[in-house]
């Protein structure tokens, strides 16, 4: 068995190349993205900066712990507040009768947030015992939690994360399609080779293990190598989300080894379930295939694989129907319109034998070189159907990909710009308060955070905005209001979304506020739709304490108003010029480079797996080019028939992949319109076009060539 092996391996490595191809550049990829993810994991460790000469640090509470319901048992839950509480004045006192207290930062007015005290280590136990649950005590590197924006580290590397979440997912996916796929239509080649082993006397399980010894030498060589490139691409990697703004200057790759483990065995796994399905193929063919002369393919959908490519296809749809009735808004998150176009690409992709002929037939063309283009790429159902899975994976992703993100930026921008009523919206990090002129309306807002109990069960923390004058900001705001009127905001009320569990008007919700301080109950008078998740709720400043505004609207004034703002210390722009910046319509540049290496990953695998399927099938028509010659067909007639059945399996692979984006976006579409949200779609034709263009040039040149040689 190892010599056959072994020697079929020698024999037959211009078949094998682009599979060892594909699967070393998915074991690569895999790697590079495990040592980038390990990396995210474990920010720097940096040393204490705001208190660093102070062995002990008391800091008010920075976290908010109720008890809720799990199961029979009541436990503690913990949110982290926007800021820590002030320390108490008496536990000041206390505190500085016994050692000197040392302030640094933190609030500018009443109470500080952390003071560093001069006790030594070994007295931190009596500080403790002082504080008790008074505040907290922070000693060694725990005083890190006093520095301003301790977590900035670790919030940086989340994008970085996702992506590399994102793309390692994709990778896995293109590789397991494309590995598959190339071992599935080399079996179908080797037909007549199984027919001679088994009228050599091979039994289907000689031949069954006969290809999946193959897949398992190609996998462990392919892996190897695989991880080879991993190690070399890391450092790459590292320096591109650098340069191009996604991680941090800091971030690095380390070198752990579970990325090397996990993707080496991942590369011999898929190499060996790419041939498993291809394996049991291969051991029904009988020994008559050893005299079969016809290439017109039959039983090309086997029992197995229509169930499978269905089930898929339904399971798709319906999770697309489920998420679009149960929760809309998931429909615009990333994971989720990135992860459901895969089983609609592979449900599609598992039943197109039997979308091939009936579109091949639909053509209508002319002359010769017309009808056979059409009659040959209905005959070769396998080669044509192998030829459009990589392209309608391409297409699907670049239009469900970029199509989805660039339609949720649109819709956020285009309902930023109509809840808004202002000429002019200034924002800043932290504005300072500005005079109105004569005439105008300014409303300053502000960022806070609402904590609300979700059931027994949970308690939940919303994003929320501070309002400065409630009067203002109800004659500026444009809100999707349900029900209610925000001009009844006060400091006894609330105006909620529809994600809110009690979201009736009248109702009372009990609301702890940004630091902490709580349960007040506050009166909800205005329910707003829930939107693309940008819609309150908004309290007034009496209930959000510590919030600074970031945003001021203003209109009327006349020509004084623009240099009133200015004076906000914020970027004073126009209504319209503040959406724009906002949320540019083509998204920000880190997300479109993200959206750019997933899809550069799909492309690179498209162009792999067309290039190695055109070119074993195109080598494998000597006899049929030789037979068209003595035909009396030129040369050039040949060319232009391979051409163009490449061609054509191109088209059909696009058409199904913007089948699979119609899916996508129609779901979305419906989702944004449920949310009562801006329908903004946007189909990239300029990215589909590109993908399909590279796509209908390797194809043509990967077939051409073969043939060119073939007929000299």
Same mark, same amino acid.
């Given at each position: 068995?190892?010599?056959?092996?072994?020697?079929?391996?020698?024999?037959?490595? %211009?078949?094998?190349?682009?599979?060892?191809? %594909?699967?070393?550049?998915?074991?690569?990829?895999?790697?590079?993205?495990?040592?980038?993810?390990?990396?995210?994991?474990?920010?720097?460790?940096?040393?204490?900066?705001?208190?660093?000469?102070?062995?002990?640090?008391? =800091?008010?509470?920075?976290?908010?712990?109720?008890?809720?319901?799990?199961?029979?048992?009541?436990?503690?839950?913990?949110?982290?507040?926007?800021?820590?509480?002030?320390?108490?004045?008496?536990?000041?006192?206390?505190?500085?009768?016994?050692?000197?207290?040392?302030?640094?930062?933190?609030?500018?007015? #009443?109470?500080?947030?952390?003071?560093?005290?001069?006790?030594?280590?070994?007295?931190?136990?009596?500080?403790?015992?002082?504080?008790?649950?008074?505040? =907290?005590?922070?000693? /060694?590197?725990?005083?890190?939690?006093?520095?301003?924006?301790?977590?900035?580290?670790?919030?940086?590397?989340?994008?970085?994360?996702?992506?590399?979440?994102?793309?390692?997912?994709?990778?896995?996916?293109?590789?397991?399609?494309?590995?598959?796929?190339?071992?599935?239509?080399?079996? *179908?080649?080797?037909?007549? !080779?199984?027919?001679?082993?088994?009228?050599?006397?091979?039994?289907?399980?000689?031949?069954?293990?006969?290809?999946?010894?193959?897949?398992?030498?190609?996998?462990?060589?392919?892996?190897?190598? #695989?991880?080879?490139? $991993?190690?070399?691409?890391?450092?790459?990697?590292?320096?591109?989300?650098?340069?191009?703004?996604?991680?941090?200057?800091? @971030?690095?790759?380390?070198?752990?080894?579970?990325?090397?483990?996990?993707?080496?065995?991942?590369?011999?796994?898929?190499?060996?379930? $790419?041939?498993?399905? +291809?394996?049991?193929?291969?051991?029904?063919?009988?020994?008559?295939?050893?005299?079969? !002369?016809?290439?017109?393919?039959?039983?090309?959908?086997?029992?197995?694989?229509?169930?499978?490519?269905?089930?898929?296809?339904?399971?798709?749809?319906?999770?697309?129907?489920?998420?679009?009735?149960?929760?809309?808004?998931?429909?615009?998150?990333?994971?989720?319109?990135?992860?459901?176009?895969?089983?609609?690409?592979?449900?599609?992709?598992?039943?197109?034998?039997?979308?091939?002929?009936?579109?091949?037939?639909?053509?209508?063309?002319?002359?010769?070189?017309?009808?056979?283009?059409?009659?040959?790429?209905? +005959?070769?159902?396998?080669?044509?159907?192998?030829?459009?899975?990589?392209?309608?994976?391409?297409?699907?992703?670049?239009?469900?990909?970029?199509?989805?993100?660039?339609?949720?930026?649109?819709?956020?921008?285009?309902?930023?710009? !109509?809840?808004?009523?202002?000429?002019?919206?200034?924002?800043?990090?932290?504005?300072?308060?500005?005079?109105?002129?004569?005439?105008?309306?300014?409303?300053?807002?502000?960022?806070?955070?609402?904590?609300?109990?979700?059931?027994?069960?949970?308690?939940?923390?919303?994003?929320?905005?501070?309002?400065?004058?409630?009067? %203002?900001?109800?004659?500026?705001?444009?809100?999707?209001?349900?029900?209610?009127?925000?001009?009844?905001?006060?400091?006894?009320?609330?105006?909620?979304?529809?994600? @809110?569990?009690?979201?009736?008007?009248?109702?009372?919700?009990?609301?702890?506020?940004?630091?902490?301080? /709580?349960?007040?109950?506050?009166?909800?008078?205005?329910?707003?739709?829930?939107?693309?998740?940008?819609?309150?709720?908004?309290?007034?400043?009496?209930?959000?304490?510590?919030?600074?505004?970031?945003?001021?609207?203003?209109?009327?004034?006349?020509?004084?108003?623009?240099?009133?703002?200015? *004076?906000? /210390?914020?970027?004073?722009?126009?209504?319209?010029?503040?959406?724009?910046?906002?949320?540019?319509?083509?998204?920000?540049?880190?997300?479109?480079?993200?959206?750019?290496?997933?899809?550069?990953?799909?492309?690179?695998?498209?162009?792999?797996?067309?290039?190695?399927?055109?070119?074993?099938?195109?080598?494998?028509?000597?006899?049929?080019?030789?037979?068209?010659?003595?035909?009396?067909?030129?040369?050039?007639?040949?060319?232009?028939?391979?051409?163009?059945?490449?061609?054509?399996?191109?088209?059909?692979?696009?058409?199904? /992949?913007?089948?699979?984006?119609?899916?996508?976006? $129609?779901?979305?579409? +419906?989702?944004?319109?449920?949310?009562?949200?801006?329908?903004?779609?946007?189909?990239?034709?300029?990215?589909?076009?590109?993908?399909?263009?590279?796509?209908?040039?390797?194809?043509?040149?990967?077939?051409?060539?073969?043939?060119?040689?073939?007929?000299?």
């Amino acid at each position: 068995m190892l010599t056959v092996v072994l020697s079929g391996l020698r024999a037959r490595w %211009a078949s094998f190349l682009g599979g060892f191809v %594909a699967l070393a550049l998915g074991v690569g990829l895999l790697a590079t993205m495990g040592l980038g993810l390990s990396a995210t994991f474990h920010a720097p460790e940096r040393p204490p900066q705001r208190f660093a000469s102070s062995p002990v640090v008391v =800091q008010g509470q920075d976290r908010l712990i109720l008890d809720v319901r799990r199961g029979p048992e009541t436990v503690s839950v913990a949110r982290r507040l926007d800021r820590p509480q002030p320390v108490d004045s008496e536990l000041l006192r206390e505190l500085g009768a016994r050692w000197t207290l040392t302030t640094s930062g933190g609030p500018t007015s #009443g109470a500080p947030d952390a003071v560093g005290v001069d006790a030594p280590a070994a007295e931190a136990a009596e500080v403790r015992a002082l504080v008790g649950d008074r505040a =907290q005590v922070l000693t /060694g590197d725990e005083r890190r939690r006093a520095d301003p924006d301790h977590d900035r580290d670790a919030d940086a590397l989340v994008g970085v994360n996702a992506l590399l979440g994102t793309s390692g997912g994709v990778t896995a996916f293109v590789s397991v399609f494309v590995v598959a796929s190339t071992f599935a239509f080399a079996v *179908a080649l080797r037909r007549r !080779e199984f027919g001679l082993l088994r009228t050599a006397g091979a039994t289907p399980g000689q031949i069954r293990r006969l290809l999946l010894a193959e897949a398992t030498a190609l996998g462990v060589l392919a892996s190897a190598a #695989g991880c080879a490139l $991993g190690a070399a691409g890391a450092p790459l990697l590292a320096r591109t989300l650098v340069d191009g703004g996604l991680a941090p200057a800091w @971030f690095r790759v380390g070198g752990p080894p579970w990325p090397f483990h996990a993707a080496f065995w991942t590369g011999v796994t898929v190499a060996l379930a $790419g041939a498993f399905a +291809a394996s049991r193929r291969a051991g029904k063919v009988g020994p008559t295939a050893a005299l079969r !002369e016809a290439d017109v393919d039959a039983d090309t959908l086997p029992l197995g694989r229509a169930l499978l490519g269905t089930g898929l296809l339904l399971a798709g749809l319906g999770l697309l129907v489920q998420t679009y009735a149960a929760d809309p808004s998931a429909l615009l998150k990333r994971k989720t319109y990135t992860t459901l176009p895969m089983l609609l690409i592979t449900g599609i992709a598992l039943l197109s034998p039997l979308l091939v002929r009936p579109v091949a037939r639909l053509l209508r063309l002319r002359g010769a070189v017309g009808t056979l283009v059409r009659e040959n790429s209905a +005959a070769s159902v396998r080669r044509t159907a192998a030829v459009a899975a990589p392209v309608l994976v391409t297409v699907a992703l670049a239009g469900t990909l970029f199509g989805s993100a660039t339609s949720v930026t649109r819709a956020k921008g285009a309902e930023a710009r !109509e809840q808004t009523a202002a000429e002019y919206v200034v924002a800043g990090p932290a504005l300072r308060p500005v005079a109105a002129p004569a005439g105008a309306v300014v409303s300053p807002t502000g960022p806070t955070s609402v904590f609300v109990r979700d059931g027994d069960a949970a308690v939940v923390k919303y994003g929320a905005r501070a309002v400065t004058d409630p009067a %203002a900001f109800a004659e500026l705001a444009r809100l999707p209001v349900v029900a209610g009127d925000p001009r009844d905001l006060d400091d006894r009320s609330i105006v909620v979304n529809e994600e @809110f569990e009690r979201r009736r008007v009248g109702e009372t919700v009990e609301v702890w506020r940004a630091d902490g301080t /709580g349960p007040v109950r506050l009166r909800v008078v205005a329910v707003l739709a829930l939107g693309t998740g940008d819609n309150g709720p908004y309290v007034t400043r009496a209930n959000a304490p510590g919030s600074v505004p970031d945003r001021i609207d203003a209109r009327g004034g006349g020509t004084a108003t623009a240099p009133a703002l200015e *004076a906000s /210390g914020g970027t004073v722009r126009t209504a319209d010029a503040w959406a724009d910046a906002e949320r540019p319509p083509s998204g920000s540049p880190q997300a479109r480079l993200g959206m750019v290496l997933v899809l550069g990953i799909a492309l690179v695998y498209t162009v792999i797996g067309l290039a190695n399927t055109l070119l074993m099938a195109t080598s494998v028509r000597g006899g049929e080019l030789a037979s068209l010659r003595l035909a009396g067909a030129t040369r050039a007639q040949i060319l232009r028939v391979v051409t163009g059945e490449a061609t054509l399996a191109v088209a059909i692979g696009t058409l199904l /992949g913007l089948a699979v984006t119609a899916l996508v976006l $129609g779901a979305l579409g +419906a989702g944004l319109a449920a949310l009562s949200a801006p329908v903004a779609m946007a189909l990239p034709w300029a990215t589909v076009g590109a993908a399909a263009g590279v796509c209908a040039t390797v194809a043509i040149a990967a077939s051409a060539l073969p043939a060119w040689r073939l007929t000299r």
